[in-house]
Every structure is written in C-alpha cells, then in structure tokens.
C-alpha cells in the first residue's frame, strides 16, 4: 500500500509541471513582466505592497508590449489577441477580475 501511495505522488510530482502556468503566466512572458506585477496590474493593486513604486511603471512596460488599444480592451473585459516574441499568439480576456484564455 505504502509503496503504491508513494509511486502515486512520484507520478503527480513529474505531471506538475504540466498543470503549471496559465494566462498570466504567458502575459507574464509576452510583457517581459512578473507573475506578480501582472496579477497586480489586472487585478486589486492595493494588496501588493510595492504598488505604489513600481505599478505606473509596470504598466508602462505592459501597455508597451501588447499596445495601448489591447491594453484598454483587456480592462473593459474583451477578448484580446496577444502575439509574442515568437509568433504565437495568446487569447485572453478578464472576466470576474481573474485572466482567463478566451475561446
């Protein structure tokens, strides 16, 4: 049983990696910006402490990766079509104040 249980979590531990990431991850490398600075730019900057010094320029560096028009689409809730550095292209849209891939 034990060895069983423990061939079970070996096998969860190498899928991981494949559950890992998600829309703000892939904005996260499209804008050349952290996990964290895009949740807090999409997101309630106030729970992050270091909004104060780093939001404006944060969302400089975001607004300059995927455009001005993207950027206002995105925060009114709109699917928008991202591409990135190498070509491939990223649907997503907010929805409920969370980054979602559109269909």
Known sequence: ?????????????FAAPAWAGGPIDDLAEVSGLSNRKVQMLIGNRTAFAEYRYSYDRSLEK????????NY???MDGERVVI???EG?????????GELHYAQ
Do not use: F, P, W, Y
């Open 72 to 74: 206002e689409r995105l």
């Open 83 to 85: 591409r990135d550095a």
């Open 1 to 13: 049983m034990k060895t069983k249980l423990a061939l079970i979590v070996l096998a969860a531990s």
């Open 62 to 69: 975001l607004v300059a990766a995927i455009g001005t028009d």
């Open 88 to 96: 491939r292209q990223l649907a997503v849209q907010l929805r409920s």
